[in-house]
């Protein structure tokens, strides 16, 4: 067997980038997908009202909220739909629309837990968390001159130097 090494070449740098690249962004599309799948079963056992099937498809950290849950209530509603999922390392945000709040966008964070795929209500409480004004506002100190009576009854109460 005859081996022309004039027209061998190793391959150029660039395309193996390229390739390795193309295999990243499939790997995150896979798992973009897993979440996506993730989150209909968590919204399928919530409507169910399946408490078994969503302990397991919470987080560690969530799982005590589950006995908060009205699942009584949420028998009625309509999953979330047109479901998009973004990367944002270490979890993924799935996000849709709520037909049952005139399509307004809802998002829920997905975290990987113990090899597996699962919703973490904590974090996502924290991504909706808003700051809201308090009753009792902190009051605002502001910088001014002493008039002549505060000047005087700050030297009748400090101690002469000595």
């Known amino acids: 067997m005859h ?4 027209h061998m070449r190793t391959p150029h740098p660039t395309c193996a980038i390229a390739a390795l690249s193309l295999l ?4 995150d599309d ?21 408490q078994s099937r969503l302990r397991d498809l919470l987080s560690m950290a969530s799982r005590p909220a589950l006995a908060e849950l009205p699942l009584d209530q949420l028998r009625d509603k309509q999953p979330l739909r ?14 849709g629309r709520d037909p049952n709040e005139n399509g307004a966008r809802a998002s829920y964070v997905i975290v990987k837990e113990a090899g597996e795929l699962r919703v973490d209500l904590h974090a996502t409480a924290a991504i909706h968390h808003t700051e809201r004004p308090s009753a009792n506002p902190v009051p605002k100190f502001e910088f001014r001159s002493l008039t002549e009576a505060e000047l005087a009854q700050a030297g009748r109460r400090s101690p002469s130097p000595r």
């Open 24 to 27: 990243v962004g499939c790997a």
């Open 82 to 95: 047109d479901l998009r999922a973004r990367r944002m390392d270490p979890r993924i945000i799935v996000t």
């Open 3 to 6: 081996v022309d090494k004039d």
């Open 30 to 50: 896979a798992v973009e997908q897993q979440a996506i799948q993730v989150f209909e079963e968590f919204q399928s056992a919530l409507f169910a009202g399946d």
